[in-house]
């Protein structure tokens, strides 16, 4: 069985960055394990800038900010897989991954840090009413079709949800061509930041309808259009504010949640709140020797306080390795 | 007469309300920011708004099928989208280097388009 001192499961901003601070801790056996073909996670396909203003003093893109992280865990030769992702976390600290090429195996650490990010929230958990066309994604699917794999997923295009994705591809989306007919928010009040609202709504005059949602899905093979209805105060659909709007792809924003399939089986106390697991302020979970750091925990809405948070992270469970030994 | 105008920062997260009075077109004053970044930003936004491009290009023989590129500073907002038009046309061969220069001059604004992720050769089977 290999053996790591620390082992995190996740190679994106969360995971990279306590990689680096256990590393300066002194801590020489890490291993980073990454489901992804490369490291970098999620900041892949953040082309946008936005990245960086607080670690580095500048504005970065989102694979500019992650080239900076890799290179210093490249820097340090800090080992990591990718293409390998972890099915199984026991109490005592056994990891099981399944590597491609090398199949699965088991490695034992003396301390884990939980880095696996989030995942966005999808349609079912929306309930809206219509047959399962196709050209419905979360506006993080579209994000990858568009910036990594180079397709577009349709031309005109209406997001349900105002988050910070749904407002960036509203623009990458113009930008590339597509009409987007509008951001439809059903709160009064968008859940992005205000500069996004800015620089990707206001500046391509792409409607933002708050208090507005989506209450039908029209079309049966490809999806044709939506049904757009005002809510009142409680949320509800207003009767008779039905509108029509033709589109041939429904981007969802709805919301992020924690990835905790791994710290569920390992029987971690999670918060129903933040739907993360409870830590310590050092960022330990209540299993000890396990930690957890980044959008795993709770989602954050900049890459940079999850690479401060992760930093935390790693001087923590350095200090366990290190205590242990004595 | 004095024209306001009021503008939400995109500097930073915080995203603060600035509000410009000019006269003329010419700024008289600029209030509501909470830094220097926010006074420069309500200054060009006032007379000529500019924005940083991020896109994409396609890319040959690379073990990516597209390079995340973004225009080296900010160019005028009105030529965001011809600079699209002028980019679409670009395919660039693998290796691509982080910071290398995809093209010279987006649009004629002397700004370069410059890579802004790295993209190795596809090695062959």
């Known amino acids: 069985m290999l053996q790591y001192d620390l082992v995190i499961i996740g190679g994106g901003p969360a995971g990279l960055s306590a990689a680096d601070s256990a590393r300066e801790m002194g801590i020489k056996s890490i291993l980073i394990l990454e489901r992804d073909n490369k490291l970098g996670g999620i900041l892949n396909q953040c082309i946008h800038t936005g990245f960086g203003l607080h670690t580095f003093k500048e504005e970065l893109t989102g694979p500019e900010y992650a080239a900076r992280y890799i290179d210093k865990i490249q820097e340090k030769e800090i080992?990591?897989?990718?293409?390998?992702?972890?099915?199984?976390?026991?109490?005592?600290?056994?990891?099981?991954?399944m590597e491609k090429g090398a199949g699965l195996i088991t490695?034992?650490?003396?301390?884990?840090?939980?880095?696996?990010?989030?995942?966005?929230?999808?349609?079912g958990a929306l309930n809206i009413p219509g047959y399962r066309p196709a050209g419905i994604y979360s506006a993080g699917t579209a994000q990858y079709f568009v910036n990594i794999e180079g397709v577009m997923p349709g031309k005109e295009i209406v997001i349900l949800g105002s988050g910070d994705i749904g407002l960036i591809m509203a623009r990458r989306l113009t930008l590339e061509g597509a009409d987007v007919k509008c951001v439809a928010e059903i709160m009064p009040k968008s859940g992005g930041l205000r500069r996004n609202i800015v620089q990707c709504l206001e500046d391509f005059d792409i409607p933002l309808k708050l208090s507005h949602t989506v209450t039908y899905i029209h079309g049966k093979e490809r999806i044709e259009g939506v049904?757009?209805?005002?809510?009142?105060?409680?949320?509800?659909?207003?009767?008779?504010?039905?509108?029509?709007?033709?589109?041939?792809?429904?981007?969802?924003s709805v919301g992020l949640i924690p990835e905790n399939e791994l710290s569920k089986k390992l029987g971690l106390s999670m918060d129903e709140r933040t739907k993360g697991p409870v830590v310590t302020k050092e960022m330990e979970t209540m299993l000890s020797g396990v930690f957890a750091c980044g959008n795993v925990v709770h989602v954050h809405d900049l890459a940079d306080n999850v690479s401060k948070e992760a930093k935390k992270a790693g001087i923590s469970a350095a200090r366990y390795i290190l205590e242990e030994k004595i | 007469m004095i024209e306001r105008k009021e503008l939400t920062c995109i500097k930073c997260p915080r995203g603060c309300g600035i509000l410009v009075e000019t006269e003329q077109g010419r700024i008289v004053s600029i209030s509501g920011n909470q830094c220097k970044n926010g006074k420069e930003y309500a200054k060009k936004e006032a007379t000529n708004p500019t924005r940083?491009?991020?896109?994409?290009?396609?890319?040959?023989?690379?073990?990516?099928k597209v390079a995340a590129v973004k225009s080296k500073g900010e160019i005028p907002k009105e030529k965001l989208l011809p600079a699209m038009e002028q980019i679409k046309e670009v395919q660039v061969e693998a290796p691509v280097i982080l910071g290398e220069i995809i093209l010279e001059d987006l649009c004629g604004t002397g700004i370069p388009l410059v890579a802004a992720a790295c993209v190795a050769r596809k090695r062959l089977p």
């Open chain 1, 107 to 123: 490695i034992q650490a003396k301390a884990i840090i939980l880095a696996m990010g989030c995942r966005e929230r999808p349609r």
């Open chain 1, 227 to 252: 049904t757009l209805s005002k809510v009142d105060e409680n949320l509800e659909p207003v009767s008779g504010t039905e509108e029509f709007i033709p589109c041939d792809t429904l981007l969802l």
């Open chain 1, 79 to 97: 080992e990591y897989k990718v293409s390998a992702m972890v099915i199984n976390i026991t109490r005592d600290k056994q990891v099981t991954v």
């Open chain 2, 52 to 64: 940083v491009l991020t896109t994409t290009v396609k890319v040959l023989f690379g073990t990516e």
